[in-house]
């Protein structure tokens, strides 16, 4: 089995959707991490809301759906078992990393976090949601970006 990546912008107040919020803080710097995240990918793991903002995106797109019966392009239904899909790459797709982590299915967590506070909106970890991590990698953007890797502990 490959390895399960989680890539997330999040504030420091653990919000994490419609992240438009995070433009001012993404840099080049940035940018060439994104790109390396995706270029270790095999694929992307993606619940439905998720890949209904990416379908364009070129990479194979495994969708963790049950409302959907049909997907465009290079995305199909994930099959529900990890096993001999690659490494997959998750972004977004809040309900599906709550119920991986709660399996104990992903293996990474690198988090982008951004120096704001909004106070409101979704936060990526849901209540009741409970990991114990361990720091792997940290580092900081010129910008601020707090640069987390965690692994479960």
């Not at 994930?78 to 104990?104: E, Q, W």
Request: charged fraction near 20%; hydrophobic fraction near 45%; include cysteine.
């Amino acid at each position: 089995m490959g390895k399960v990546v989680a890539v997330e912008y999040v504030t420091l107040d653990g919000v994490f959707e419609e992240p438009s919020w995070s433009a001012p803080y993404f840099d080049e710097e940035l940018s060439a991490w994104q790109d390396r995240n995706l270029r270790e990918a095999d694929a992307m793991l993606l619940g439905r809301r998720t890949y209904e903002g990416l379908r364009t995106a070129s990479m194979l797109k495994y969708v963790a759906t049950t409302t959907l019966t049909t997907l465009e392009g290079n995305a199909v239904v994930f099959p529900g078992d990890l096993a001999g899909l690659g490494n997959l790459l998750i972004t977004g797709s809040a309900t599906l990393v709550n119920h991986l982590t709660r399996h104990n299915l992903i293996d990474e967590y690198r988090l982008m976090v951004c120096p704001v506070v909004l106070g409101e909106g979704r936060r990526l970890w849901a209540e009741g949601t409970r990991v114990a991590l361990a720091l792997k990698d940290s580092w900081t953007t010129a910008t601020g970006v707090q640069v987390v890797t965690y692994v479960p502990a």
